[in-house]
Structures are given as C-alpha cells and as structure tokens.
C-alpha cells in the first residue's frame, strides 16, 4: 500500500509467520484500524473479514483495497459486540484488547480459538502491566496470561517485550510499553 494514516506496515509477527496461513481460507482482522494487517492479507491472496468500530478507518481500508473489491468485506462494529459466524484460517488481533475489559478481551481470545479452522493461525499482540502506560485506563494481561489461554495449541511464537508503542494520543514523546505477541496454531 503506497501510504496509509497510522502505521503503514503489517505487525512483524503477521509478515514474519504469514506463511503458515491455510491458502484458500478466509481470514479475520479484529479491529483492524487503517488496514495495515488486512492489506497484507489481501496481497497474499486470502480474502479478508475486516472489523473496526471506526467508519472513518474503514472507510479509508475500503477506499485503499479497491483493487481487492471482492475479496473484502468490511464490518462496522465494536468488538465487544462482534459475533463471529464461521470459522477462518487466520484471525488477527493486534494492538486492540488493552482498549476492552479485561474478561471481554478473554472472551474475544476464546471465540478466536473456537472459530479457528483446524491448522489455521491466531496472531495476537498486547499489552502487559509494565510500561509507560501502565497507569492509563487500558487493561492489562498478566504476564504469561495470553500464552496460558493457548494451552492445547502449537505456539510458534511467543514473547513478553519491551516496545516502543509511538505516539500516544497526541502526546510529544514516544512511549515504551511491555508487549506480549503471540502466533499459535490450532492443533486439535
């Protein structure tokens, strides 16, 4: 994508561990914001369910993805009110449910896990109780929590780090956050 608003690259576990996606599957992104993550599929050639509460982010995500018209559909939705209606080969949820209550964002994880096809892919990132944001209203996993809630799945990767997260909210400094990311397949 020639320049998208926010950030204008995939999350690096999602271009790094692409590969393992099922072909010919449908894949999720849940709060997909500008549509970094959803284009990137979309170039992959999977189609692609994009979710976000913000219209002005889907609308941008379905002015860019033109090219992919009919390999796109575009949900309008909050998560915590998201249904899911079939099963997909990858679901992506990055950087979004440290913006939900904390039992919501445990729910969102398990639907995930259910409506993932056999051998397909979860990628997840998020934050940890470390950082500067701790204080903020976000909420937090516990360390080692989001790895726990995969027990029974193949995890490819996982890691607790420390981040830079970029500009918060119009703040003028950077900030560094604790983030757990995780890339687990569906094995049983």
């Known amino acids: 994508m020639d320049t998208m608003k926010g950030r204008t690259n995939p999350k690096s576990i999602l271009s ?8 010919k599957e449908f894949a999720l992104d849940l709060g997909c914001g500008y549509g970094p993550n959803s ?3 979309l170039e992959q050639g999977l189609d692609v369910v994009a979710v976000d509460s913000s219209s002005e982010k889907l609308s ?4 860019k993805a033109k090219p992919f018209f009919n390999r796109l559909q575009i949900i309008s939705c909050d998560l915590r009110e998201f249904t899911f209606t079939r099963n997909f080969g990858a679901i992506i949820c990055t950087d979004v449910l440290h913006f939900l209550p904390k039992e919501k964002g445990i729910q969102i994880v398990q639907s995930m896990k259910k409506h993932t096809i ?4 979860n ?7 470390k950082g500067d944001l701790y204080k903020s209203k976000l909420v937090f996993f516990n360390f080692g929590e989001l790895k726990a809630l995969y027990s029974g799945w193949d995890i490819i990767f996982y ?17 560094r956050h604790e983030v757990a990311s995780i890339v687990a397949r569906r094995i049983e």
């Open 118 to 121: 056999l051998g397909g892919i």
């Open 60 to 63: 941008y995500l379905q002015e």
């Open 39 to 41: 284009f990137f599929l």
């Open 159 to 175: 890691e607790e780090k420390m981040k830079l997260t970029y500009k918060w909210n119009g703040e003028k400094e950077d900030k």
């Open 16 to 23: 790094a561990f692409a590969y393992l996606i099922p072909k």
């Open 123 to 129: 990628f997840i990132s998020t934050f940890l109780p």
